[in-house]
């Protein structure tokens, strides 16, 4: 059996971890949709949009 604190602890540092790796993911994301738009000239923000939040949706799965 795992004692109560141990698993409090691993559950502390997985969700610290979860919300580095969401955090570094959301980052990586948005640069990548910044350099889409300015490659395209902002002529196609909208389906930018739609694929960054497809590709965070399927990240975060």
């Known amino acids: 059996m795992v004692h109560?604190?141990?698993?409090t602890v691993h559950?502390?540092?997985?969700?610290?971890w979860t919300?580095?790796?969401t955090r570094t993911t959301d980052?990586?994301?948005g640069?990548?949709?910044d350099a889409?738009?300015?490659a395209t000239?902002?002529?196609h923000g909208d389906q930018i949009d739609k694929?960054?939040?497809a590709a965070d949706d399927k990240i975060g799965k």
């Open 4 to 7: 109560p604190s141990l698993s």
């Open 11 to 16: 559950l502390h540092a997985t969700s610290l």
């Open 19 to 21: 919300r580095r790796w």
């Open 27 to 29: 980052a990586g994301l």
């Open 31 to 33: 640069k990548a949709a």
């Open 36 to 38: 889409a738009d300015k």
């Open 41 to 43: 000239g902002g002529g």
């Open 51 to 53: 694929a960054e939040h």
